[in-house]
T-cell receptor, first 114, second 112 residues
Framework: AAGVIQSPRHLIKEKRETATLKCYPI?????VYWYQQGPGQDPQFLIS???????DKGSIPDRFSAQQFSDYHSELNMSSLELGDSALYFC?????????????FGPGTRLTVL | GENVEQHPSTLSVQEGDSAVIKCTYS??????FPWYKQELGKRPQLIID?????GEKKDQRIAVTLNKTAKHFSLHITETQPEDSAVYFC???????????FGSGTRLLVRP
């Protein structure tokens, strides 16, 4: 079965640079979520999109923005990168109308800011 | 907003023993409670979930119980195996948002 795809899998950036993370949800899933997981931490919700519209916003810095495109893939744009942005970034997708709204996670993008 | 507390933070058991991880949540509107297993550097994998209209759910060696009144839910793993060693996260969500609020995680070590 198709799973959530994320690219790139690894990314190394310098401070103050920008980064773009991409997420391709499971086909026919209508909701995409972004989570940030620091070392030894639990995943923290950043932002979500339902049918290409932002549906909820969590602890996402103003330096970050995200959008969902017409083909349902989503991109997380991160500017003025800081050392503290180094983390695993997970995208998850779900079918909101499904019985439990189960979220399926992608493999993650490991971002390292030097 | 919702807050999920999880304990213990680490748990070491002998192979074959049972393991229990407990979580409490603060918002009574939460109605969906999944449990995820995460190996180092990997994605969280859903292992079992429960909705608020059910008190208990079981899947082979794994079970989850929910007490809505006390706002706590627990993961039970029986006959533990070394491959059960991982970090386990509980989470909560509600229909108004669906975002997952995670507990702080439990590192489970199953000793052969």
């Amino acid at each position: 079965a198709a799973g959530v795809i994320q690219s790139p899998r690894h990314l190394i950036k310098e401070k103050r640079e920008t980064a773009t993370l991409k997420c391709y949800p499971i086909p026919r899933h209508d909701t995409v979520y972004w989570y940030q997981q620091g070392p030894g931490q639990d995943p923290q919700f950043l932002i979500s999109f339902y049918e290409k519209m932002q549906s909820d916003k969590g602890s996402i810095p103003d330096r970050f923005s995200a959008q969902q495109f017409s083909d349902y893939h989503s991109e997380l744009n991160m500017s003025s990168l800081e050392l503290g942005d180094s983390a695993l970034y997970f995208c998850a997708s779900s079918l909101t109308a499904g019985p439990n709204n189960e979220q399926f996670f992608g493999p993650g993008t490991r971002l390292t800011v030097l | 907003g919702e807050n999920v507390e999880q304990h213990p933070s680490t748990l070491s058991v002998q192979e074959g023993d049972s393991a229990v991880i407990k979580c409490t949540y603060s918002d009574s509107a939460s109605n969906y409670f999944p449990w995820y297993k995460q190996e180092l550097g990997k994605r969280p994998q859903l292992i079992i979930d429960i909705r608020s209209n059910v008190g208990e759910k079981k899947d082979q060696r794994i079970a989850v119980t929910l007490n809505k009144t006390a706002k706590h839910f627990s993961l039970h793993i029986t006959e533990t195996q070394p491959e059960d060693s991982a970090v386990y996260f509980c989470a909560a969500s509600m229909d108004s948002s669906y975002k997952l609020i995670f507990g702080s995680g439990t590192r489970l070590l199953v000793r052969p």
